[in-house]
């Protein structure tokens, strides 16, 4: 027929397919920002079972920070008096599960022996006692005033 226009009515299908993209799309933009709960994760540092041992590592080193009160005492470790430092220090042990003695002196204070952890770094701190002083019973005199005493 040539004279005859055909109308194709696209406009239809467009729109309604202009309009399931849209709603595709704003579907798949709310899935993505839709905040959902982050799990639990399980803790990363393993416990070892209760029944097991700890074993140290003897080429660890231990830092134990160490002050006394007052401060400038000697630390000596007593299996072998050897002086570790003066207190206000940081004193280093090999990794042990026994404690190491050590004593803190200072001239005119009474010392102190204490048990250090060589397990895990630590600090510790001493108070030092003064060594208390004698009360004379009696009063000490002079050398002249006996010699005076005696001539009377």
Known sequence: MPGTTVIVQRKSWTVLSGALALLVIAGLTVACHRKSPIPALPPTKSQPPPDAQWVPDPTFLVLVGV????????????????????????????????????????????????????ASDGNLKIVLEPIPKKHATATKRSKGSREHRNSD
């Open 67 to 118: 002050e006394s009160t007052p401060p400038g005492a000697r630390i000596v470790r007593v299996s072998d008096g050897w002086v570790l430092g003066h207190a206000p220090d940081t004193i280093e042990f090999h990794q042990s599960n026994e404690p190491v003695l050590v004593r803190f002196e200072l001239e005119g204070y009474i010392p102190v022996t204490q048990a250090v952890s060589a």
